[in-house]
């Protein structure tokens, strides 16, 4: 399958978590946290188990945080979730401040070039993610919250690709078909396969070595605009 050129399309809808960006390791967040807020030497392995407990909780229940007032229910549920596996005697409230440290967030380093490639074509970009009602505040941390035309998060919107809801969802907001849309994301089934069912063009953005998992795929976000043929294939080109 063939990508797309860039006058096929009006817009570029991405995915957040290992797209754009990038879970910094919160283990060692956590352990320097906790010592520094608590005077508590935790091991390693005992942050990384509490940290694994404390984000398959928050998978679990990432669509219940709709708003402001349920995502703070849903942070002060996996700090309980920390202070259970830790054991160290701080409870939910006390540990929330370190479970936001251990928590950062960073851009890939070819996101910026690409946005940039893209605006410059005039196609407008969005985003469209498997994430709670913070996702707008974390890309506004970034730096990169007024490059995106559209943010469709299934917390919002009530639906988590690869359903066909959340594809509509983020065309309704950019106001465009979904045959004019191209979504890159780096999930096989998510955003590949529910782009294509729900009649977007897809691309896998592959960051390691192993064999593709579904073609088209680029290894960085850099290869996009010289796959769009961005330089002919805009108005301008």
């Not at 392995?45 to 708003?67: I, K, L, N, W």
């Not at 506004?140 to 639906?159: H, K, M, T, Y």
């Amino acid at each position: 399958m063939a990508p797309p050129v860039a006058r096929d399309l009006d817009a570029v809808s991405f995915d957040a978590m290992g797209t754009l960006v990038r879970l910094e390791d919160p283990a060692p967040r956590l352990r320097e946290s906790l010592w520094r807020r608590f005077g508590l030497d935790v091991p390693i392995g005992r942050c990384e188990a509490a940290m694994r407990a404390e984000m398959a909780h928050y998978r679990a229940h990432t669509r219940e945080a709709v708003d402001a007032a349920a995502l703070a229910g849903l942070r002060l549920e996996c700090a309980w979730v920390l202070a259970d596996v830790l054991a160290l005697g701080p409870g939910g409230p006390e540990l929330l401040p370190a479970l936001g440290d251990a928590i950062s967030y960073r851009l890939y380093p070819d996101v910026l070039y690409a946005l940039d490639r893209l605006r410059d074509a005039d196609l407008r970009v969005a985003v469209l993610s498997n994430w709670d009602a913070s996702l707008h505040d974390a890309l506004g941390r970034l730096g990169v919250a007024d490059r995106f035309a559209a943010v469709a998060v299934s917390a919002e919107i009530g639906a988590e690709k690869p359903a066909p809801e959340a594809f509509a969802a983020v065309a309704r907001q950019l106001g465009s078909l979904p045959h004019r849309i191209l979504h890159v994301g780096d999930d096989p089934d998510r955003d590949v396969d529910g782009a294509l069912a729900a009649g977007f063009h897809a691309l896998l953005v592959q960051r390691d070595a192993s064999p593709a998992r579904r073609r088209p795929r680029v290894a960085t976000l850099a290869e996009l605009p010289a796959l769009l043929d961005l330089d002919h294939g805009s108005p301008d080109g």
